[in-house]
């Protein structure tokens, strides 16, 4: 079975700095999709940035940047420059390319910026 | 990019009725949408798949009777919570895929924070 977890309930970084939020995923496949999404105290889910498995180079979008690890199935998110927008909770996200569309979610980090 | 509308926001009823609550995707089809719930501070809890034209597939545990799911057309996906009681207050998400993109990215709607009084 496919399993996402997220080790850190809660992190906190100062504006401007960088934070790093963990995710580990267990899985048997070799061809798989991770995925950070994002969700503010407004509760929209936003995908901040996803990652193909067949893919060696660490996907990057703007302040947001991953380190994909295959082989010791690791995907952390890197936020560099925090800024108080960037406060939320954060879903590290799996989904195997193959089988249907069933996306498993991890259990979620708390995200806070401190001005 | 794609975009999931959820309707509607909040909603307050008594125990004992239904609530319906709509899903559309608004500038693609979907075959499939997907129904989840969050607790407080929790993740997110796959209810179940939508599929255009045929019978949801519910996750186990979740009660078919009661959180009836209807996907009528290539833009649209209710989830009506029957005789809704206190303990189905929750978050509740719908979330879609642009599958005509090609692309393996889950957009979400806004949810829909239900209250049972």
């Known amino acids: 079975a496919q399993t996402v977890t997220q080790s850190q309930p809660e992190m906190s970084v100062q504006e401007a700095e960088t934070v790093t939020l963990s995710c580990t995923y267990d899985?048997?496949?070799?061809?798989?999709?991770l995925f950070w999404y994002k969700q503010p105290p407004s509760r929209q889910m936003i995908l901040v940035i996803r990652q193909e498995a067949y893919k060696q180079q660490n996907a990057t979008e703007n302040r947001f940047s991953v380190n994909f690890q295959k082989a010791a199935k690791s995907f952390s998110l890197k936020i560099s420059d925090s800024q108080l927008g960037d406060a939320a909770m954060y879903f590290c996200?799996?989904?195997?390319?193959?089988?249907?569309?069933?996306?498993?979610f991890g259990t979620g980090t708390s995200l806070t910026v401190i001005p | 990019g794609a975009v999931v509308s959820q309707h509607p926001s909040r909603v307050i009823c008594k125990s004992g009725t239904s609530v319906k609550i709509e899903c559309r995707s608004l500038?693609?089809?979907?075959?499939?949408m997907f129904w989840y719930r969050q607790f407080p501070k929790q993740s997110l809890m796959l209810m179940a798949t939508s599929n255009e034209g045929s019978k949801a597939t519910y996750e186990q545990g979740v009660e078919k009777d009661k959180f009836l799911i209807n996907h009528a057309s290539l833009t649209l996906s209710t989830l009506t919570v029957t005789s809704a009681h206190p303990e189905d207050s929750s978050f509740y998400i719908c979330s879609a895929r642009d599958q005509s993109s090609g692309a393996n990215v889950l957009t979400f709607g806004a949810g829909s924070r239900l209250t049972v009084l």
């Open positions: 500038d693609f089809q979907a075959t499939t």
């Open positions: 899985t048997s496949e070799s061809d798989y999709y």
């Open positions: 996200a799996y989904k195997f390319s193959n089988t249907g569309n069933q996306f498993y």
